[in-house]
């Protein structure tokens, strides 16, 4: 869906700001907005371009960087932490050669370390766009990585 | 997710047998009876009697109490007013929340509206992190299930009474979770907290009267008009009634969600949790995630509620219980809340903004033998003392009750 009709299912309610954001990286493949995104967002909604930039960077759920088809959020938070996170982020960022931004060398991830996603239970944990990845090691890490880049040959 | 009722509970309130994410198992379950009830048989304020008289404390941590909440609100004559449900659940170490928001989203709407019937309210916010993709999904089809079948919109149950429910999704920011910043998220902006007073029970989002509540204090709702005050306060201790749902993690042989009566012991729930992973020995326990405070094994039997906690100099906060064995190092963990709150802060104000980095560089010259302890509780309790939200007062805790060990 491209802006335009994503910006047809909301009505000029400046508290839709965030839901549009939120369907707008959806709807990209590299699932980051762009400047001009935010203009015809800001427009709609009768904001300043300013107001939408700030929200747009301010929420880290956001990036007018560039992104991947796949970006994956690692939790580096307490209870990851005790259960060695920061072993299994390097890992992946190792077993996808990423760059200084975090890229995957072949350009379909992107990783980030977060906040605690509410997954403790099933610590060290992770999520790939949406789905939630639990009680992680480098064996359940390469199979899952391996499965993605698989599944998106055809697409 | 493993969430069960502890042992000792013998009828639990929020972890009950069956599982209502679909209105009709739901309804089935007696759900939106008290809805009805409500809108048919009650004044407004008899209601928010029954929910002070219940001494319901707000679950999501800072433990205000609820009755008195929403009485702020409903005195207050305005053209609007809003009720808003808190489900951006982030204190690290939290997952409580997610259960009620996967397996009981219609007990939400339920609670939610009967508030907005108390107070006066027109619209209804329920703010889900966006981190959660699967509650999300859940409460939306619950919003477009009690929609469809008249449990929302216009003239409710043919009651008069016509209420509206919206969805709204954060991600991505901890503080969002802080009631103030919630609302300017709502509002559309970056999640800055705002000076308090005003409250937001006088003037909240838009600028008018607002209740915003925590997922799990609102579950508590129907269960207290259902079975009255006298009921929910056999559940739990004097001064903190009812059960907790509390997010057991870590070191352990078996994580997930219990709920207990307030007051529980530590012990109690290392026992549910089936004892420490590997039969290593306890460590002691962070509780209240990363803004708590360090339990200890000579504090094994404290129980675990609001005064008890307090009294103790700590507190329950969420009810966050992260267990740590003698092989987990607690002197990295305590590093690793400091740069997490960090990360978090909004930067609006210089104490926290500028504080952090501070404290980190100060808890890493103390690990180098270079400063004492106490020269970083200094900074720790200024930070405190003029911090605009409770983010940059959060280091004090956890710091004092680590160097107490
Ligand atoms: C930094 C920060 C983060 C918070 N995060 C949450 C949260 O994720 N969920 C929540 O219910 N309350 C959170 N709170 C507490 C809220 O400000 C507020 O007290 C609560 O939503 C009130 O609901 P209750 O009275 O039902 O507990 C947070 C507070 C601070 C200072
Ligand atoms: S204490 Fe920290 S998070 Fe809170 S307003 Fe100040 S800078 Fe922002
Ligand atoms: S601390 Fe990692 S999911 Fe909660």
């Known amino acids: ?155 | 997710m493993e969430a069960t009722a502890h042992k000792s509970l013998k009828e639990p309130i929020i972890i009950t047998t069956y599982q209502t994410q679909c209105l009709e198992d739901y309804i089935d379950n007696g759900g939106y009876e008290t809805l009805k009830n409500v809108l048919t048989k009650y004044k407004p304020n008899e209601i928010i009697e029954q929910i002070k008289a219940s001494e319901l404390l707000g679950r999501g941590g800072a433990a205000f109490p609820t009755g008195i909440k929403w009485n702020f609100t409903a005195q207050i004559k305005a053209d609007h007013k809003f009720v808003i449900c808190n489900a951006d659940e982030g204190e690290p170490g939290t997952f409580k929340d997610r259960w009620i928001l996967e397996h009981k989203p219609h007990s939400l709407i339920e609670a939610i509206s009967i508030c907005a019937y108390s107070v006066g309210g027109d619209k209804g916010y329920i703010y889900i992190r966006g981190e959660y993709a699967e509650s999300i999904n859940r409460v939306r089809k619950a919003l477009k299930e009690a929609y469809d079948n008249g449990f929302l919109g216009e003239n409710i149950l043919e009651s008069g009474f016509s209420f509206n429910i919206e969805l709204r999704r954060g991600d991505g920011s901890y503080v969002c979770g802080e009631e103030t910043a919630l609302i300017e998220s709502i509002e559309g902006k970056r999640a800055f907290p705002r000076f308090k007073p005003p409250f937001p029970g006088i003037k909240g989002l838009w600028g008018y009267p607002t209740v915003i509540n925590n997922v799990e204090t609102l579950a508590n709702i129907v269960p207290i008009i259902k079975n009255g005050a006298d009921w929910f306060k056999n559940y739990g201790t004097k001064q903190s009634s009812g059960t907790k749902l509390y997010s057991v993690s870590g070191s352990v042989n078996k994580s997930g969600v219990i709920e207990a009566n307030l007051g529980v012991t530590l012990k109690e729930l290392l026992d549910a949790a089936q004892g420490m992973k590997n039969n290593k020995v306890f460590k002691c326990a962070l509780i209240g995630g990363a803004s708590g405070g360090f339990v200890y094994k000579n504090e094994l039997d404290l129980p675990l509620s609001y005064e008890t906690l307090k009294e103790a100099g700590k507190t329950l906060g969420s009810g966050a219980v992260l267990f740590l064995s003698e092989d987990d190092n607690g002197e990295s963990l305590l590093k690793n809340i400091l740069t997490f709150f960090k990360h978090e802060s909004c930067g609006k104000c210089v104490p926290c903004r500028e504080g952090y980095p501070k404290l980190i560089a100060m808890y890493e010259a103390f690990l180098e033998n270079r400063i004492k302890a106490e020269n970083i509780m200094k900074l720790a309790d200024v930070m405190f003392k003029t911090s605009l939200c409770a983010l940059g007062q959060s280091a004090k805790m956890p710091l004092e009750t680590y160097f107490k060990s």
């Open chain 1, 1 to 155: 869906m491209d802006i335009e009709n994503i910006l047809k299912k909301y009505s000029k309610d400046k508290s839709y700001l965030l839901e549009i954001m939120h369907d707008a990286k959806e709807s990209k493949e590299n699932r980051s907005l762009d400047l001009n995104d935010l203009k015809v967002i800001s427009k709609y909604l009768n904001i300043n371009l300013s107001a939408a930039y700030g929200a747009a960077t301010f929420y880290s759920a956001f990036s007018l960087k560039l992104q991947a088809k796949y970006i994956i959020r690692v939790c580096s938070s307490t209870v990851c932490h005790i259960k060695k996170s920061y072993d299994i982020l390097l890992f992946l960022k190792s077993l996808l050669n990423c760059d200084d931004d975090n890229l995957s060398k072949d350009g379909l991830f992107a990783v980030s370390e977060v906040g605690c996603l509410g997954l403790c239970d099933i610590s060290p944990s992770m999520m790939i766009n949406n789905q939630v990845y639990g009680n992680l090691d480098e064996n359940s890490i390469k199979r899952i990585v391996e499965e993605l880049k698989n599944g998106s040959n055809g697409t």
